[in-house]
């Protein structure tokens, strides 16, 4: 299993704190055997889970000059038309991904193009799936803009995911199907595309990161 470089310090920690769990429970419970048969393999699943949320998978991406790739894995739970208030003040198809803790935490770019806006935001911590996460949640908000098309990518923090990481800088040429940025537990991924895109996904998918096409244009 390969990791994330994101995940090393969690990974650390994890493997520090059960550690000291597991020998001191062994230094003043020596006798109890059944119970520290069970912590033992508490902690054994409980770091398998720890690995699995930082893993960073080889996959065989989806590239295209005029396709929206998935920036995330997880589940796609909002199709809408609504007004994108923060950079282009009028109305957008707004297309949402939550990632559950099972998911690949990972965030790609969708479209190849320059970083033309970028911002990120303190906030509150809903639930990701909460219909104002979008905008009172902590977040971050980049435009990518390519030959006149632009989509704005919106990581968002939920109740549990307090680690928003993102890569690039304003101004940046940046390139489909790299690492855009990282989202520590439970969260969710806004796009808004121009109206007129050709939508390519339906509420309830699955979608997988770099692979999945969420729109054309």
Known sequence: MTLHKEGFNSILITLVLLGLLNGGLHYFF??????LGIIGVLSLVFLYLILQFFRSPRRDQTMGD???IAPCDGKVVVIEQTVESEFYKDKRIQVSIFMS??????NWYP???????????????????????????ERTSMVIEKSGFSVLVRQIAGAVAKRIRY?????????????????????????YLP????INVEIGQKTTGGVTVIAEF
């Not at 890569?167 to 940046?172: F, G, L, M, T, W």
Request: glycine share 8%; net charge positive; aromatic share 10%.
């Open 111 to 137: 479209i190849s193009g320059i970083v033309k806006y970028l911002r990120y935001h303190e906030g509150k911590f809903l639930v990701a799936w909460h219909p104002k996460a979008s905008t009172e949640n």
């Open 66 to 68: 005029n396709l929206v």
């Open 101 to 106: 803790p099972l998911n690949v935490h990972i």
């Open 195 to 198: 109206l007129g895109t050709k």
């Open 30 to 35: 020596p006798q109890q055997e059944v119970l």
């Open 167 to 191: 890569y690039p800088h304003e101004s940046d040429k940046v390139k489909q199907g790299s690492e855009l940025g990282f989202i520590k537990f439970g969260s969710r991924v806004d796009l």
